[in-house]
């Protein structure tokens, strides 16, 4: 059976096949210029929906690499301060050795020693206060402005840290244990310092200048500062640690970016070199369609009547 083919329908049929093809252009056009291959959701569902959860991934890695890079500034500052401390420590120390010369040294020898020791002294409470953003590197969450106050008296809490998360199952705490690191004066909660000596280191220094003014041998107090230098040391390789642990975390973070990123250039973007050739076949096509179209349709007696 022959169905009957009218000029009608060839006009009908030509029109719909060039706007089709013309559409095919200019969706390639626009690849060309925006390099997407998904301009909307309806170009690939599937694809769409892949880019939308790479996004988020991408977005969730950067974050944890704001928060690695945050952190290492916590802990380089910590570490800084705490070498900065155990230095003064050291000096302190010599100064204690001697002061415990007794027998060789002047009133105005000990007066220099004691004024020096008096000076440490304030530098040390002045580490001790470091603050990195302005947040106390070494009284965890509190609000408080300081960590220790001109009497010596610590303002961390029990138990509060900073913590920073490094990946979506990981956390690492970045401040340093204030009353771990200087000490803190009797009477204070000891669950902020088990098992250390009571007194702060603040407080050592104040006991040496005043064994050093009345005559005490000031040897006795070597012990403590020694056991003050370690709890420094114990607490600097602590932060050690966990800066190596960032820094891996940080290696980690720059792989998955990069992997992430090839996931989503894979879904949304095109090779232009590919996208160039089809936008020049399909260029070639639709000019021979409407050709050939042109061809096809030839004028009728009816259009002259018109």
Same mark, same amino acid.
């Given at each position: 059976?022959?169905?009957?083919?009218?000029?009608?329908?060839?006009?009908?049929?030509?029109?719909?096949?060039?706007?089709?093809?013309?559409?095919?252009?200019?969706?390639?056009?626009?690849?060309?210029?925006?390099?997407?291959?998904?301009?909307?959701?309806?170009?690939?569902?599937?694809?769409?929906?892949?880019?939308?959860?790479?996004?988020?991934?991408?977005?969730?890695?950067?974050?944890?690499?704001?928060?690695?890079?945050?952190?290492?500034?916590?802990?380089?500052?910590?570490?800084?301060?705490?070498?900065?401390?155990?230095?003064?420590?050291g000096r302190i120390?010599?100064?204690?050795?001697?002061?415990?010369? =007794?027998? +060789?040294?002047?009133?105005?020898?000990? @007066?220099?020693? !004691?004024? *020096?020791?008096?000076?440490?002294?304030? /530098?040390? %409470?002045?580490?001790?206060?470091?603050?990195?953003?302005?947040?106390?590197?070494?009284?965890?969450?509190?609000?408080?402005?300081?960590?220790?106050?001109?009497?010596?008296?610590?303002?961390?809490?029990?138990?509060?840290?900073?913590?920073?998360?490094?990946?979506?199952?990981?956390?690492?705490?970045?401040?340093?244990?204030?009353?771990?690191?200087?000490?803190?004066?009797?009477?204070?909660?000891?669950?902020?310092?088990?098992?250390?000596?009571?007194?702060?280191?603040?407080?050592?220094?104040?006991?040496?200048?005043?064994?050093?003014?009345?005559?005490?041998?000031?040897?006795?107090?070597?012990?403590?500062?020694?056991?003050?230098?370690?709890?420094?040391?114990?607490?600097?390789?602590?932060?050690?640690?966990?800066?190596?642990?960032? =820094?891996? +975390?940080?290696?980690?973070n720059a792989s @998955?970016?990069? !992997?992430? *990123?090839a996931q989503r250039?894979?879904? /949304?973007? %095109?090779?232009?070199?590919?996208?160039?050739?089809?936008?020049?076949?399909?260029?070639?096509?639709?000019?021979?369609?409407?050709?050939?179209?042109?061809?096809?349709?030839?004028?009728?007696?009816?259009?002259?009547?018109?």
């Amino acid at each position: 059976m022959f169905s009957r083919v009218t000029n009608q329908s060839l006009t009908r049929n030509a029109q719909y096949n060039l706007q089709t093809g013309l559409s095919s252009l200019a969706k390639l056009q626009n690849q060309a210029a925006s390099r997407k291959a998904i301009s909307v959701p309806s170009d690939d569902p599937a694809g769409t929906t892949k880019a939308l959860q790479v996004r988020s991934e991408k977005a969730a890695t950067a974050q944890y690499a704001r928060n690695i890079d945050d952190g290492n500034a916590w802990l380089g500052t910590i570490d800084s301060t705490m070498t900065t401390v155990s230095n003064i420590l050291g000096r302190i120390r010599d100064l204690t050795v001697q002061g415990a010369n =007794d027998g +060789a040294m002047s009133p105005t020898s000990k @007066q220099a020693i !004691s004024t *020096e020791l008096t000076n440490l002294k304030g /530098e040390l %409470l002045r580490q001790a206060n470091t603050s990195y953003l302005g947040r106390n590197v070494f009284a965890g969450n509190t609000d408080a402005g300081v960590a220790f106050n001109p009497d010596y008296s610590f303002n961390g809490a029990t138990g509060s840290t900073v913590q920073r998360r490094i990946d979506a199952s990981t956390t690492v705490r970045v401040d340093a244990d204030g009353a771990a690191v200087f000490g803190v004066n009797p009477g204070a909660d000891p669950v902020l310092n088990p098992g250390t000596t009571p007194g702060s280191v603040f407080t050592l220094v104040d006991n040496i200048i005043s064994d050093l003014q009345s005559g005490v041998n000031v040897g006795a107090r070597l012990a403590e500062i020694d056991q003050r230098k370690q709890a420094i040391s114990a607490q600097q390789a602590i932060i050690g640690t966990t800066e190596a642990q960032m =820094d891996r +975390a940080q290696a980690t973070n720059a792989s @998955q970016t990069v !992997s992430l *990123e090839a996931q989503r250039s894979s879904v /949304e973007d %095109l090779d232009l070199g590919k996208v160039i050739l089809d936008l020049q076949t399909q260029q070639t096509t639709y000019q021979a369609s409407l050709g050939v179209t042109a061809r096809v349709l030839q004028p009728t007696l009816m259009d002259f009547l018109r």
